[in-house]
């Protein structure tokens, strides 16, 4: 769906909502988001849960901040191992505040 900001501009925002169907354990799969007038996205990457998987690591949070961004560093922060190695995450959710200020600065921030 497509939300126009409140702005002097009033710039027009586009949301994508995709159901995945059919999908195999383990495997990966590429996808990309757009269409044909305004063009796409890169290609992003993502791995289905193995079904002989038992431990599942979920990172849940909201609101990533723009002037207080102490979660980018707590994320970080949990999935690297003290050796340095990374967490295998099994899925990341974030829960909201995906815009901020749309009202002001034309949606710019």
């Avoid at 994508?16 to 383990?26: A, R, S, V, W």
């Avoid at 002037?67 to 999935?79: Q, Y």
């Amino acid at each position: 769906f497509t939300m126009m900001d409140t702005g002097s501009l009033h710039r027009n925002y586009t949301f994508h909502k995709n159901e995945l169907t059919g999908l195999k354990p383990g495997q990966k799969y590429n996808y990309h988001v757009g269409n044909a007038v305004d063009g796409w996205s890169g290609t992003y990457t993502f791995r289905t849960v193995d079904s002989g998987k038992l431990e599942q690591t979920y990172y849940l949070y909201g609101d990533l901040g723009t002037k207080n961004d102490r979660a980018i560093g707590l994320l970080t922060e949990g999935v690297t191992k003290a050796d340095g190695t990374a967490d295998e995450i099994t899925a990341t959710i974030h829960v909201g505040d995906f815009a901020y200020d749309l009202f002001t600065d034309n949606g710019t921030r």
